[in-house]
């Protein structure tokens, strides 16, 4: 229950951008959870004009009040701002209501949401949702993308995921959205505007996510796309995640971590080359050393790479790690030569999922592909999807679908079991992996 309003007596004020007519305060999308820890937390919200506009948390366990110690905020041209604060000093298992004030918007006044924090327990069983490809026009066909399709996501809510991985193609943008700076921003904005279920997905837990082709620029695009600073400024206002300090390196990837497992959220675009030279490079050097470094000195049971495209598949269909086949293989060999214990790849992009299997000397290597949320589906039969060697038997499925995965069991003994639910939320399949299979020389254990 939100605290009363008397535990709420700071307001902090929210005036960064003054513009030479005073625009009218108006509460544009309401407030996404991002990168969460034990004691800290990222919230973002999106408003329009100047005035005392307020957010703040209140510890719903002590009646305290928590006020942000840093913000970072992006704007267009109309005098919209995306906003990112960041809150830290929290207490670990305790629930934050949000609250935002928007002075002279009563609409968006005193609007609740809350999220909770992790335990600090190094092992813990836990959980967390992944899906991909959750297209949502905002125009005249929104009523056909998404549609009902959106229904999806309060299928997803229901599972009671501690986070969500959004894993590419999270927003689609189309033709003109990506022209400029301004259309990529509104785009954006309008997305969480005007779908209730999207932001009831992103208000009450934490969100990680990385981008694919479409949160990027046009369809494959890749890192001669000319606007490509423009839409990495777009995705980190508008995704409140901790990304690395050094910002001259950049694209967005980073990591993040819970309990013993640890997330290597990859950029599979800024840097990319041409697909179809197979000499060219998806991660680049910079990533690719930063993901070395991470990947030794990380102590973790499991250790989640997330990738927009597919590392494992090696049919001719879409855009995947197996075009820049020579990158590809250095990865997957740094994994197996330094035996890289606990590896598991998370990937999307394809319009179906599918769990796949490669041993790469004598290292198994999994990579669950989950997609899509609304996107099309893809006609399997058609593009002879079928047939896909490394694919683990049962587990193609071809309609919408998203994914959860549980970590569970004793130390040194855990489990990550994998799920696949359609958009009704009914199973359409399950599948563990014990921690001391993903090793050199490991073997399957029941």
Not at 161 to 166: I, V
Not at 169 to 196: A, C, E, H, I
Request: aromatic share 14%; proline share 4%; net charge positive.
């Amino acid at each position: 229950m939100f605290a009363r309003p008397h535990f709420l007596l700071f307001l902090l004020l929210i005036t960064t951008h003054i513009f030479a007519q005073d625009i009218k305060p108006k509460l544009l999308a309401p407030p996404v959870v991002g990168s969460v820890t034990p004691t800290s937390a990222k919230v973002w919200i999106g408003y329009r004009g100047t005035g005392n506009n307020v957010l703040i948390l209140s510890d719903s366990v002590e009646k305290k009040v928590y006020y942000p110690v840093a913000h970072h905020d992006i704007s267009n041209n109309k005098g919209d701002v995306a906003l990112t604060m960041t809150f830290k000093g929290l207490q670990p298992e305790h629930t934050y209501n949000i609250l935002v004030n928007i002075e002279g918007d009563k609409k968006g006044s005193n609007t609740k949401y809350s999220f909770t924090t992790p335990s600090d327990a190094p092992v813990k069983d836990f959980n967390f949702l992944l899906g991909s490809c959750l297209l949502s026009e905002t125009g005249f066909f929104r009523f056909i993308f998404p549609g009902f399709k959106n229904e999806i996501l309060n299928k997803m809510r229901k599972r009671n995921g501690d986070f969500m991985l959004w894993l590419g193609d999270n927003t689609y943008m189309l033709g003109k959205d990506y022209k400029n700076y301004n259309n990529m921003f509104r785009k954006q904005m309008n997305v969480r505007r005007k779908f209730s279920t999207i932001r009831k997905m992103l208000a009450n837990q934490p969100n990680y996510a990385i981008w694919d082709d479409h949160d990027f620029g046009p369809n494959d695009s890749y890192s001669v796309f000319a606007l490509k600073d423009s839409a990495l400024k777009v995705f980190k206002g508008f995704w409140p995640n901790t990304y690395p300090e050094e910002a001259s390196l950049g694209g967005n990837f980073f990591k993040f971590k819970r309990h013993d497992s640890e997330f290597f959220m990859m950029d599979d675009r800024f840097f990319r080359g041409d697909r179809h030279d197979t000499l060219s490079s998806m991660l680049g050097e910079v990533q690719m050393d930063w993901l070395k470094q991470q990947l030794l000195s990380s102590t973790a049971a499991f250790k989640f790479i997330a990738i927009g495209s597919q590392v494992l598949s090696e049919l001719a269909f879409g855009e995947k790690y197996i075009e820049h086949i020579v990158e590809r293989n250095l990865l997957l060999n740094f994994i197996a030569t330094n035996n890289i214990k606990g590896v598991i790849f998370l990937s999307g992009d394809m319009h179906f999922t599918e769990l796949c299997k490669k041993e790469w000397k004598s290292y198994p290597m999994y990579d669950y592909s989950c997609s899509a949320l609304t996107a099309p589906s893809l006609p399997l039969r058609l593009f002879k999807m079928n047939k896909n060697p490394n694919r683990i038997e049962g587990t193609k499925v071809g309609g919408h679908n998203f994914g959860k995965i549980e970590v569970s069991g004793e130390p040194g003994n855990r489990v990550c079991t994998m799920y696949c639910y359609s958009r009704k939320g009914k199973l359409k399949w399950t599948f563990s992996v014990n921690q001391n299979e993903l090793q050199v020389g490991g073997k399957r254990l029941n």
